[in-house]
């Protein structure tokens, strides 16, 4: 089932700017229906009246020149990404105070919900099938030289209830590399920032991998590898890359899937595995290893708790 390609998009890839028209004159926004919120805003979801295509739309609240800059770089960096593991951008329209994206519209709920509900019974097969379709994204976001830099199971879009095809959201703090940029933004949840992130060192492609690293893990166990008892034990356990699989959660997981996360969860950046390398790794590769995990009983589903 997880060989089928992700169902595209139901429009073809768009060339977006911020028009200064107004939205409701072209969509009708369903207030009520609140899809997701974010650091930014709510998404909702919308209709566009001419064509009667079912869309998101995101509200970002952008006040000043400043915040609307922010916004039109993630509307240029999802102009450069054409990928079905990437949600795409369908419009966008400016305003004084916010600046709303029209997105492709997916059912599906967040994978962070999959993993913290405990009827969903996530099995290590599951957890490839995700883990192959972001990094496949990623694969394809590095190419392009972009860095998504905030990945984290909240930004990871499940397309409906019934398959396991996912989609990437979120390109507010994605960039263009460039070598040699040191990175401050404030984060809300310190619990993916990579070692380098919270350095304030150089971020690359690998920053991304390490943020793969620390889904993998709580996809295969449902907890979080470096959760301290407050954020700064939090951080002080990502610079010191103290995590292990101690937990009675991986009695059942495969060798190759400790592996795949001990060449993620590596402080050193360039140690770590990059997205063509983790394509290529046995656990997201090995037919006879799929084979083997499809046959096997589920694991026990866990809760993560946040805060
Ligand atoms: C949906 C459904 C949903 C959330 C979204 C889309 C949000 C997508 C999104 C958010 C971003 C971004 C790109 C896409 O940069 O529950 O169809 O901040």
């Known amino acids: ?177 460039k070598p040699r940029e040191k990175l401050k933004v404030n984060f809300g949840t310190p619990e993916f920032l990579a070692p380098e992130i919270v350095n304030y060192d150089f971020v690359s492609f690998n920053t991304d991998m390490w943020s793969l690293g620390v889904i993998t893990y709580m996809l295969l166990s449902g907890l979080c590898p470096f959760l301290g008892d407050d954020d700064n034990e939090t951080l002080n356990n990502i610079l010191a890359c103290q995590w292990n699989f101690e937990e009675q959660e991986f009695i059942d997981t495969s060798e190759e899937a400790k592996d795949f996360i001990r060449r993620l969860l590596v402080v050193n950046r360039s140690w770590r595995m990059g997205a063509c390398e983790a394509m290529r790794h046995p656990w997201l590769s090995d037919p006879v290893l799929h084979h083997r995990l499809h046959t096997k009983v589920k694991y026990h589903c866990h809760f993560y708790i946040t805060e």
């Not at 911020?18 to 979801?45: C, D, M, S």
């Not at 957890?127 to 976001?141: D, N, P, R, S, W």
Request: glycine fraction near 6%; charged fraction near 25%.
């Open 1 to 177: 089932h997880y060989t089928t390609p992700p169902p595209a998009a139901p429009f073809n890839h768009r060339i977006v700017s911020a028009k200064p028209n107004q939205i409701r004159n072209f969509y009708t926004i369903n207030w009520q229906e609140v899809l997701g919120g974010g650091r930014f805003g709510q998404v909702h979801k919308c209709v566009e009246n001419s064509s009667g295509l079912t869309l998101a739309a995101k509200i970002i609240k952008a006040r000043n020149q400043k915040e609307k800059d922010m916004v039109k770089n993630e509307i240029q960096v999802m102009n450069n990404l054409d990928h079905a593991n990437l949600i795409q951008l369908y419009a966008a329209y400016e305003s004084r105070n916010d600046i709303i994206l029209v997105l492709e519209y997916v059912g599906g709920g967040e994978l962070f919900d999959r993993i913290i509900d405990e009827n969903y019974k996530l099995m290590e097969l599951d957890a490839v099938v995700f883990i192959k379709q972001i990094c496949e994204g990623l694969q394809y976001m590095h190419k392009m030289s972009v860095l998504h830099l905030d990945l984290k199971p909240e930004n990871i879009l499940c397309v409906n209830r019934i398959t396991n095809r996912i989609k990437i959201i979120d390109f507010g703090l994605a960039r263009i590399y």
